[in-house]
C-alpha cells in the first residue's frame, strides 16, 4: 500500500524524484570520491585527472585499481584484464536492469554506461518498479555527479588528506553493506541473498575445492537467475 509520502514523490517532476531516491546513497559517494581524489594526487597526478577519470572511466573500484597500474607502467593487455574481471559482474546486471524503460539512443547510451551497482540497486527494487525512464536516468545522472564532485574535491585537496587517514578506505565497504542490507528487506519473500551467496560458497568448497571462487561466483549467479524467474512466475500466477 502507498503512503503519503510514496504518492508525493510519486507526483514530483523526474528530477526531484530521483534525487530523494539517491540523496543518501549519493552522500555516501562522496567521502569515497575524497578518498580517491587523495589517492590519486597522492600517487603523483594532477588533481584535475580525478575530474577525467570519473567523468569518462566511471568504474568505481577500477579506478583505484588503474591509479596502481598507470603508475606501474602495466601493459595494456594487463589493463584490459583487470578491467574484464573487475567489471564482467554488469553483464549479469543487465538481465533485470529496467533499460528498456529509458527512451532514445544517446540516453540509453548513457544508461548503460552509467550502471553501476549503486544505480542498480536502487533501480531494481520492488518500490522501483513504477519508474519511468526519465526518473531511472536522472538517478544515474545525480549518482555520476556526487562521485565526480567528490572525487574533484579530494583532488584539489589531496594535499591537505594525510595519506593514512583512517576511515576513507571503509566507505566502499559501508555503502555496499548500506544497498545489501536495503536489498534484503526488499525482498523478503524469497530466498535472503546473504543465504544463497553462504550456501554457493559451501557447496563451491565441497564440490570444486580447486576452483572455489569462480565456482561460487558461477553458482551464485544461478541462483539468483533462478530466484528471478521463479519470482516472476508467481507474480504472473498471482
Same mark, same amino acid.
Given at each position: 500500500m502507498e503512503t503519503v509520502s510514496d504518492l508525493a514523490v510519486r507526483? *514530483?517532476?523526474?528530477?526531484? @524524484?530521483?534525487?530523494?531516491?539517491?540523496?543518501? %546513497?549519493? #552522500?555516501?559517494l562522496v567521502p569515497?570520491?575524497? =578518498?580517491?581524489? =587523495?589517492? $590519486?594526487?597522492?600517487?603523483?597526478?594532477?588533481?584535475?585527472?580525478?575530474? %577525467?577519470?570519473?567523468?569518462?572511466?566511471? =568504474?568505481?573500484? /577500477?579506478?583505484?585499481?588503474? #591509479?596502481?597500474?598507470?603508475? !606501474?607502467? @602495466?601493459?595494456? !593487455?594487463?589493463?584490459?584484464?583487470?578491467? /574484464?574481471?573487475?567489471?564482467?559482474?554488469?553483464?549479469?546486471?543487465?538481465?533485470?536492469?529496467?533499460?528498456? *524503460?529509458? *527512451?532514445?539512443?544517446? !540516453? *540509453?547510451?548513457?544508461?548503460?554506461?552509467?550502471?553501476t551497482d549503486e544505480a542498480y540497486a536502487l533501480s531494481t527494487t520492488d518500490a522501483a518498479r513504477e519508474w519511468n525512464g526519465a526518473r531511472i536516468l536522472w538517478l544515474q545522472l545525480f549518482l555520476h555527479l556526487f562521485w565526480v564532485g567528490g572525487a574533484t574535491l579530494g583532488g584539489l585537496l589531496g594535499s591537505l588528506i594525510p595519506s593514512g587517514v583512517v576511515g576513507l578506505d571503509f566507505a566502499m565497504t559501508a555503502l555496499f553493506v548500506v544497498l545489501a542490507l536495503d536489498a534484503v528487506r526488499d525482498r523478503k519473500g524469497d530466498l535472503p541473498t546473504p543465504i544463497l551467496a553462504a550456501l554457493s560458497a559451501v557447496v563451491a568448497r565441497v564440490v570444486f575445492?580447486?576452483?572455489?571462487?569462480?565456482?561460487?561466483? $558461477?553458482?551464485?549467479?544461478?541462483?539468483?537467475?533462478?530466484?528471478? %524467474?521463479? !519470482?516472476?512466475?508467481?507474480?504472473?500466477?498471482?
Open positions: 507526483d *514530483r517532476p523526474p528530477a526531484l @524524484a530521483a534525487l530523494k531516491d539517491c540523496g543518501s %546513497v549519493g #552522500i555516501g569515497l570520491g575524497l =578518498a580517491f581524489g =587523495a589517492f $590519486l594526487t597522492h600517487s603523483g597526478l594532477a588533481w584535475w585527472w580525478a575530474t %577525467v577519470f570519473t567523468t569518462f572511466i566511471y =568504474a568505481g573500484s /577500477f579506478e583505484f585499481l588503474l #591509479i596502481g597500474l598507470a603508475a !606501474a607502467a @602495466a601493459p595494456l !593487455a594487463s589493463i584490459g584484464l583487470s578491467a /574484464f574481471l573487475v567489471n564482467v559482474r554488469h553483464v549479469f546486471y543487465a538481465l533485470s536492469f529496467p533499460l528498456h *524503460r529509458v *527512451r532514445g539512443r544517446r !540516453a *540509453r547510451a548513457y544508461s548503460t554506461f552509467a550502471l575445492p580447486g576452483q572455489l571462487l569462480l565456482a561460487a561466483f $558461477l553458482l551464485f549467479v544461478g541462483g539468483l537467475v533462478v530466484r528471478s %524467474v521463479v !519470482a516472476e512466475r508467481s507474480l504472473s500466477n498471482a
